[in-house]
């Protein structure tokens, strides 16, 4: 289903000018017979790949940034982290990656997600961008410390990061078995209110709260850290949500990009 929006349906993420971040939403043609209806660009949820193509050239009309200079992996729940350093985008690097992180100006670094939380990375002293798709694996094994380590190699410092979540699944909706909330309890001891009890017969994840604290440890200052502020599930015509609308629906893509410094004086 081809979009015809003259613009791109998205959330601006509040983070320092000297970076561009968004998360998109599914847009005024989305319906609810058509679970990849609206804005979609990711290409392995079973979507029409003349769908996606559609999206992704709506992408690079918006945001001014070719095709070829914009980063979208094939995400799998690793804790993989690519630095995108050379253009063209190498698209066979970006197998299997769920992080990136860059220094270069005009690169869009993208995640897809559909209740995961996106996360965005800036140090807007050292100009060093990261993005991460951070599912309940990614938040629990090793994929924010690569994130961070990555970026401290290209010259950033945690204590100058700010960080912005897109939207994703609130606590209220995401329900987990035992051995997912014990997962969580075990990587995060000391921390209440990631686990939650008492909402439904099983327990409940906070996951922005969980990648507040992850990131908390890290080096990144707690007030420096903005969370979610939409819920996925809650809001399915807005956006994409797996446990709304099936795993075999579009995702939400999260977009940011360091625009040339002379723009940012300007």
């Known amino acids: 289903m081809p979009m015809t929006d003259s613009l791109l349906p998205a959330v601006g993420l509040e983070l320092p000018a000297c970076v561009r971040a ?48 914009i980063a979208l992996p094939r995400q799998t729940h690793s804790d993989r982290v690519a630095v995108v350093d ?33 996360v965005v990375l800036v140090d807007a002293v050292a100009h060093v961008l990261g993005v991460a798709h951070c599912g309940w694996r990614g938040i629990v094994n090793s994929l924010l410390p690569n994130m961070i380590e990555e970026m401290v190699r290209l010259g950033a410092n945690p204590s100058e990061m700010d960080v912005a979540m897109g939207p ?26 990631i686990v939650v009890d008492g909402l439904s017969e099983r327990p409940h994840v906070d996951l922005g709260a969980a990648v507040r604290e992850r990131l908390v440890v890290l080096g990144v200052g707690r007030g420096r850290v903005k969370e979610p502020r939409f819920c996925t599930r809650c809001q399915p015509e807005r956006f994409f949500s797996a446990r709304a609308l ?7 893509l999260t977009c940011a990009f360091l625009p040339l410094r002379a723009e940012v004086r300007g």
């Open 168 to 193: 994703a699944i609130g606590t209220e909706c995401f329900e987990v078995g035992e051995e997912v909330a014990f997962q969580f309890r075990d990587a995060f001891p000391d921390c209440e209110g």
């Open 22 to 69: 968004f998360s998109t939403e599914r847009g005024a043609e989305a319906s609810s017979d058509d679970p990849y209806s609206g804005f979609n660009a990711c290409h392995y949820v079973g979507d029409d790949p003349e769908h996606v193509a559609v999206s992704r050239s709506l992408l690079s009309a918006v945001t001014g940034i070719p095709s070829e200079q």
């Open 246 to 252: 099936g795993i075999g629906s579009g995702r939400v």
């Open 86 to 118: 050379a253009l063209p985008v190498d698209s066979g690097a970006l197998e299997g990656v769920d992080g990136l992180v860059t220094v270069l100006p005009e690169v869009a670094l993208c995640v897809n997600t559909a209740d995961c939380v996106p």
